[in-house]
């Protein structure tokens, strides 16, 4: 069974709009967060988040908002979508507070903006 | 310039050889994380290391704190060993963010 879910798996969005992607994780983890892959740059962080806590934010947009509405959940808003934001969007998830934080990752959600 | 330095770009390999992949990083790397990032885009954890070495089948991957450096060994390469690797370090600075490098794509052929 998938420990991490992401929905969905493929989306296709008009320049101007806004949609949500969606994570969950069912490893018991107390950390989440949000990366991006695109055709130009190598996988990037943008979010983490610990007990449904924002501890970093590297995204320089306020288009791009997370949601924590369960532990287990990190969703991502993306408002006033651009052709720019297409790229496959990770969640990933950790544990805290062990010493061991090594990070799992969600199968992806490919987003292209048309 | 890059954070996390990857090398080879792109390696070519056939069944039963071994090579080593390597990141040089440039932050002062706490943890290194390798994966192996499938045809099918999902990335598969290989390791997760403080400074030292851990072993996995075919796979060895050490990670010296003190030079910067991590490396990912393959040994007896097969097919399915195809991909794109990638190492992630974690540093001080940022929660829990992995910092990536831009990849090593791997193909082996019989």
């Known amino acids: 069974d998938p420990k991490i879910i992401q929905k969905p798996k493929y989306l296709v969005a008009v320049t101007g709009s806004e949609k949500i992607l969606i994570c969950e994780q069912y490893l018991g983890h107390n950390a989440m967060y949000w990366y991006r892959q695109s055709a130009k740059k190598p996988l990037e962080f943008m979010f983490s988040?610990?007990?449904?806590?924002?501890?970093d934010n590297q995204t320089a947009s306020s288009r791009f908002q997370p949601q924590s509405s369960k532990k287990n959940h990190l969703d991502l808003q993306i408002t006033a979508l651009k052709p720019d934001d297409s790229a496959t969007y990770f969640c990933?998830?950790?544990?805290?507070?062990?010493?061991?934080?090594?990070?799992?990752f969600g199968p992806g959600t490919r987003l292209t903006v048309l | 310039g890059d954070k996390v330095k990857q090398s080879p770009s792109a390696l070519s390999l056939q069944e039963g050889t071994n090579s080593a992949l390597r990141c040089n990083f440039s932050?002062?790397?706490?943890?290194v994380q390798w994966f192996l990032q499938n045809p099918r885009g999902s990335l598969i954890n290989l390791f997760y290391l403080v400074p030292g070495t851990k072993e996995n089948g075919r796979l060895k991957s050490a990670f010296d704190s003190k030079e910067s450096y991590s490396t990912l060994h393959i040994r007896d390469a097969q097919l399915e060993d195809s991909g794109t690797y990638f190492c992630a370090a974690e540093a001080d600075s940022g929660y829990n963010k992995l910092t990536f490098g831009k990849g090593t794509v791997l193909l082996v052929s019989p």
């Open positions: 932050i002062a790397a706490t943890t």
């Open positions: 988040y610990s007990y449904q806590k924002l501890m």
């Open positions: 990933a998830s950790s544990q805290t507070g062990t010493g061991v934080y090594e990070q799992y």
